[in-house]
């Protein structure tokens, strides 16, 4: 009688792995890993708070507040765009309208991909739609960044002066303020020596493009070398700031939680924080857990503090995802441009110069992608 093989059990193991099994599972998974892990962390809240006490807090919402909600919301992102106008050189400056859609373009891919992926997709929009460099946008969101921290430093003063229920915050204030001043030191010194650079490298290789886009990140920075173009972008970016936590105030005001204002300069920063950890789509988890956690430290129960941590980030990300289409709409952004994959369009694979699109800078031959002779 024959005998069978023997099989040991590393080759049992091993079969599937190198047969692609589980490195197919794992690209088929991935996308859902963190929107497992957004559902893990709204797990973690529901152990403090049952469900059924936040749902009965969302009865009592007075919903006559939402279009206001909005209203503040798109203010904010208009101050955004205008932000960002402000800190492009004056002979590359696009149309402010061409900002604010690419922006909300980016917000609603941030609330399907993490990664923060959505801020790539601006960056690349507003790119081939004004020939502005990649890496000089980078430098307007590093800019962007730093006046955020400064006011949020701000905030954080206030918070201090008039809550006294805040104390317990002060860590984080003086980590914030050591960041903020060590950031504007070197963003100032690298735009300044930016300025004596006469040009971007022309060589080849890895070295060359790192030394281009470290050219372009600094010529980004060019508005930290001019004190009142400077304190224009900041004065922008209380604007921002202003109507968002303006909508944070009038979100808690629409759950019947009474909290001063200056509370919610306090929670914006806490939500701007959660939001900006890359870990899920939209921050979801780690924003419900940072916002409430804070809100409840101010005075309100738990389960107000979970609802209103809900409420107020559905009611922040959830109308991108319609805005978002529109924008791509407006904009006739191609799903290549989304997707950031360099297909052509049917006119420039067939010779011809492509019409140009909505809010560009650039003629519409400049941005035709080259054929081969």
């Known amino acids: 009688m024959q005998s069978l093989p023997a099989v040991s059990y590393t080759d049992a193991f091993a079969r599937p792995y190198h047969g692609g099994v589980i490195r197919k599972t794992f690209r088929v998974m991935r996308p859902f890993v963190p929107i497992v892990f957004a559902f893990g962390l709204l797990g973690l809240l529901s152990l403090r708070v049952r469900p059924s006490e936040v749902i009965n807090q969302f009865g009592h919402a007075n919903l006559y507040w939402i279009p206001a909600l909005f209203v503040a919301n798109l203010a904010s992102d208009f101050f955004r765009a205008w932000r960002w106008r402000q800190q492009l050189p004056q002979d590359k400056r696009p149309p402010i309208m061409l900002l604010f859609f690419a922006g909300h373009i980016g917000s609603a891919v941030n609330f399907i991909v993490p990664l923060r992926a959505g801020e790539a997709i601006r960056t690349s929009i507003v790119s081939q739609r004004t020939g502005i460099e990649p890496a000089n946008l980078v430098a307007v969101i590093f800019g962007d960044i730093l006046t955020d921290m400064l006011t949020f430093s701000v905030y954080i003063s206030i918070g201090f002066i008039l809550l006294p229920g805040a104390v317990f915050l002060w860590p984080v204030g003086l980590v914030a303020g050591i960041v903020t001043v060590t950031a504007l030191v070197g963003g100032y010194r690298l735009a300044r020596n930016g300025e004596k650079w006469g040009g971007p490298p022309t060589t080849s290789g890895l070295r060359g493009w790192t030394g281009r886009a470290l050219y372009h990140f600094a010529q980004g920075l060019a508005s930290l070398r001019d004190t009142r173009r400077y304190l224009l972008i900041v004065l922008t970016a209380q604007g921002v700031w202003f109507f968002e936590t303006l909508m944070f105030y009038m979100s808690g005001r629409a759950l019947g939680i009474d909290l001063p204002y200056p509370a919610y300069m306090l929670i914006i920063v806490t939500a701007n924080v959660a939001g900006s950890v890359p870990i899920t789509q939209a921050g979801f988890g780690v924003f419900e857990l940072g916002v409430g956690g804070v809100m409840h430290a101010l005075g309100p129960s738990v389960p107000e503090s979970a609802a209103y941590a809900l409420f107020v980030h559905v009611l922040l990300t959830a109308p ?42 650039t003629s519409a031959s400049a941005t035709a992608p080259k054929l081969k002779d």
């Open 320 to 361: 991108h995802l319609a805005y978002g289409p529109f924008a791509a709409i407006i904009l006739r952004v191609r799903p290549s441009e989304i997707l950031l994959v360099g297909k052509k369009s049917e006119d420039a694979a067939n010779g011809d110069t492509p019409e140009p699109a909505p809010f560009s800078t």
